[in-house]
């Protein structure tokens, strides 16, 4: 199989990379932080890895040629850049920083899918797989421009496994719950302090609100994109999957 992962050098896109190369793919990875791209070359040197933003149409384009003639197509393409955007109420959120965090979070999505379904038509087959948030199927106050993104790319998802499914092309949306790592404990810091609250009790919060009672892994997440991408999911399309232990609340 031959893969592509945006925001690939760390965290969920990591480990999707990981597992795919685990399992002898081809993967090229994008990524915007010269140090973990750094890092993730040393670990695979012989991924592709690229600094190139989700958000610069010329930049996403130059990296998904330089994919397509090293690999001579392109058989699945994980949208998963994404940034949390500011939080707070939405009266205190500037509109520049809304506009940042719908940059990555849709149009990269947009700006991937654009290229992957143009590669995948002349092949007549592929997958594209979003990463959407369950903030993307509940409300999830002091994060709108985030929940707004991420609704928007189940929308995309829909729609677009509506219009590609004739050409052979399967597209899926996963939900990440609460993931472990460094992203997650920014976000809790930015909601803490949007809140007046302790980064503790907004951890808490997300621990309370979940069935389960407990965080998500980079790795679920992965295990879900590669059952996707492997025959057992050849039939599945236009469906949004959470992984998330079953959030029942993203309130207060």
């Known amino acids: 199989m031959r893969i ?16 795919f190369l685990s399992q002898g793919a081809q993967v090229a990875i994008c990524d915007v932080d ?5 890092d993730f070359s040393a670990a695979h040197p012989h991924a592709i890895a690229v600094n ?19 690999f001579g197509g392109i058989d699945v393409v994980c949208a998963n850049a994404g940034t ?17 965090c719908l940059a990555v979070n849709l149009d990269g999505a947009f700006l991937a899918a654009r290229r992957a379904a143009t590669i995948m038509r002349a092949q007549g ?18 994060r709108s421009p985030y929940a707004a993104a991420k609704w928007a790319v189940v929308g ?10 004739p050409h052979g092309i399967r597209v899926n949306a996963v939900c990440p719950g609460a993931v472990e790592g460094d992203r997650m404990d920014r976000v809790i810091a930015n909601e803490a302090n949007a809140r007046s609250i302790t980064e503790e009790e907004v951890r808490q919060r997300y621990v309370t609100g979940v069935s389960m009672k407990t965080w998500v892994k980079a790795e679920d997440i992965a295990a879900m ?17 959470s992984v998330d232990g079953h959030t029942e609340s993203l309130s207060p």
């Open 52 to 70: 190139a933003s989700v958000a610069d149409q010329q930049q996403v384009d130059v990296f998904f040629d330089q994919v397509e003639t090293a």
């Open 34 to 38: 010269d140090a973990a791209l750094a």
């Open 125 to 142: 087959n592929g997958l594209l797989l979003f990463t959407s948030s369950t903030a993307g199927i509940m409300g999830y106050p002091y």
């Open 4 to 19: 592509i992962v945006t925001a690939g050098a760390s965290g969920i896109g990591r480990a999707m990379a990981e597992a």
């Open 156 to 165: 995309l998802t829909k729609t677009l496994a509506m219009e590609l499914g």
């Open 84 to 100: 949390g955007g500011p939080a707070g109420a939405i009266e205190e959120i500037m509109f520049e920083d809304w506009r940042a």
């Open 225 to 241: 994109a590669t059952f996707l991408a492997s025959p057992a999911g050849a039939k599945i399309s236009g469906q949004v999957i």
